[in-house]
């Protein structure tokens, strides 16, 4: 059996080298979207949000690298940086939805999927209950549920915002206003599955994904990371469909909603 160590740093060695090529990507995503003005309003605020976004993830990896490893022995520590990650994912949702109030709705579509598919999978003895596995396959769900709430809530909203009128004629034709929301949001909230389902679709054709990748480097057989890549992966599918689901239900319900709509939406 091959050192994990030794090709992980085959891979890709962490050395001045690649500290140079991750600011020189960072830079050219800056960039790019900087001069072709790639934000909704054709400003510069997506150049910085890439700018932003890549210095906090070295600083927020730096700091996971140092605590993760003391986390894992201790069962109180592991519970609250589980709870952290969830309320990071929350926070993270409800900002991209909405402005008002209603963001803490969007605690629920990852909490509904995340929650009960983690400890199924815990009590059936198929994680077992310490950090090392624990921690990853949780954020896995936990960035599957986000993705997934986010897509379909954006779209949801956007679709009602845009076609207001014909959520109004839907309560003029007597219908109650869920089903008018729902008749307009729920096709275009469908869509934030597509990433996932191309994800299943192509894996092994066009990418070999992390989990896969992240076994074989610790010596695993092709065989057993072929079988975690595809028990994430169909995890990753109920997750994100529940999170869709629960989505649409609470723009349907108005539970999630943007400020400054009329009562139609």
């Known amino acids: ?20 090529a991750l600011v020189a990507l960072l830079l050219v995503a800056v960039t790019v979207a900087a001069v072709f003005r790639l934000a909704p309003d054709a400003s510069w605020r997506r150049a910085r949000d890439i700018a932003v976004a890549g210095v906090r993830a070295a600083l927020q990896l730096g700091a996971v690298s140092l605590v993760i490893g003391w986390v894992v022995h201790h069962g109180a520590a592991l519970l609250a940086f589980l709870l ?14 909405t402005r008002d109030r209603s963001w803490v709705w969007a605690a629920l579509p990852i909490a509904a999927p995340v929650a009960p598919v983690v400890g199924a999978l815990v009590a059936c003895g198929l994680i077992p209950l310490n950090g090392i596995a624990l921690i990853p396959i949780t954020g ?27 959520v109004e004629a839907c309560l003029a034709l007597g219908l109650l206003p869920r089903e008018s929301r729902l008749e307009i949001a729920r096709p275009a909230a469908s869509d934030a599955l597509l990433p996932g389902l191309d ?7 066009v990418t070999l994904p992390g989990a896969f990748v992240g076994m074989l480097l610790g010596g695993a057989s092709p065989v057993m990371a072929g079988a975690v890549q595809l028990f994430v992966l169909v995890a990753l599918l109920a997750v994100q469909a529940v999170a869709v689901a629960v989505t649409v239900e609470l723009v349907a319900w108005g539970k999630l909603r943007r400020p400054g709509l009329g009562a139609a939406t």
Not at 1 to 20: E, F, G, K, R, Y
């Open 140 to 166: 896995i769900l936990i960035g599957g549920a986000l993705t997934a709430t986010v897509l379909a809530g954006r779209r949801a909203l956007d679709e009602l915002e845009s076609r207001k009128g014909e």
């Open 199 to 205: 994800q299943t679709r192509t894996v092994g054709l």
């Open 84 to 97: 952290l990650m969830f309320t990071v994912a929350a926070r993270t949702a409800g900002r991209r939805l």
């Open 1 to 20: 059996m091959h050192d994990p160590a030794t090709a992980a740093s085959a891979l890709l060695p962490v050395n001045a080298t690649l500290a140079a």
